[in-house]
């Protein structure tokens, strides 16, 4: 098949039924990329953004595409990497990450689940959701050590399926709070470094293509914890539902933006700090503390 340009078509996107070449395939994800940025004020003139960069495909293809848009609108850039301690896999997806840094002149920082809890993800007890513990302790220590590195927004490489991944996910939990909260942006205290997500409006397939066209090296790896994750089986669903009906995720991140003002306004909770640590949570103990506690009992 041939793109609109002429050139050899290398990707069919099934929502809109465009065959596209390398170049436009490029550019209309740059152009996506641009729309979701100006649609909600996201980087702004002199902000200094840090990225939470893992060496995976996400957070790689966000590097990038915040480097080029700094040409257009000058604002700081680095990147935070956590290194959660994961035996075989954290090691070779770190190397990525600085590699990438270094061709981009981009400064990055490491912290790890060791040098700041005392442990591992590794060391946690069989049994429980690794997945769980890793959320968790890395939301902290991204928002945590942003925030004491002074940057104004964390920049997070959450693509479309990541998004309605969550909202489903949130809802059938029953997780009003979080489910208040999965929008384009997040704000709620002076604790809180503002999340952006940049990528929401991109498939993670786009953004992987995106990637292999631009040679752009990227960790392919899978976590050997991926599998426990409520999230796999939410994602065969999604994958299944889009697999029959093209528009299924477009659709029900379009339906959540629209309640997303309703639901800031109804479901977000006063927002305290943690007795323990100062960082803020809804509760007396934030979740970090908590599962650090839990760990602490269980004799590990």
Do not use: W
């Not at 981009?106 to 997945?131: A, K, M, R």
């Amino acid at each position: 098949m041939k793109c609109r340009c002429g050139r050899k078509a290398i990707y069919h996107r099934r929502q809109s039924g465009q065959y596209l070449c390398a170049v436009c395939f490029s550019k209309s994800i740059q152009k996506k990329f641009r729309r979701t940025i100006r649609k909600h004020s996201l980087v702004k003139r002199g902000d200094n953004i840090a990225v939470g960069l893992s060496g995976g495909k996400d957070s790689t293809v966000l590097l990038h595409l915040l480097h080029d848009l700094q040409k257009r609108r000058p604002f700081s850039l680095e990147a935070i990497i956590i290194d959660e301690g994961i035996a075989g896999y954290r090691d070779t997806t770190i190397e990525v990450a600085a590699k990438n840094c270094s061709l981009l002149d981009i400064n990055y920082t490491i912290f790890s689940f060791h040098q700041e809890f005392g442990i591992t993800l590794d060391d946690t007890q069989p049994g429980v959701s690794h997945c769980s513990y890793c959320g968790v302790f890395r939301r902290y220590l991204l928002n945590q050590k942003s925030r004491e590195l002074h940057f104004d927004k964390l920049a997070v490489g959450l693509n479309l399926d990541d998004e309605v991944q969550s909202i489903l996910m949130n809802l059938l939990r029953g997780d009003l709070f979080r489910f208040g909260r999965t929008g384009p942006y997040y704000k709620e205290s002076p604790q809180f470094v503002p999340r952006i997500k940049p990528l929401r409006e991109i498939s993670e397939k786009e953004v992987m293509v995106y990637a292999v066209v631009n040679n752009i090296e990227v960790d392919h790896s899978v976590c050997p914890y991926a599998s426990e994750a409520f999230r796999s089986d939410i994602r065969d669903f999604l994958d299944r539902m889009e697999s029959k009906r093209p528009t299924t995720k477009y659709s029900l991140l379009r339906s959540y933006d629209r309640l997303f003002p309703y639901l800031q306004d109804q479901l977000t909770a006063d927002v305290a700090r943690c007795e323990r640590c100062g960082e803020p949570t809804v509760n007396t103990l934030c979740k970090a503390c908590k599962m650090l506690e839990d760990i602490t009992d269980t004799g590990q």
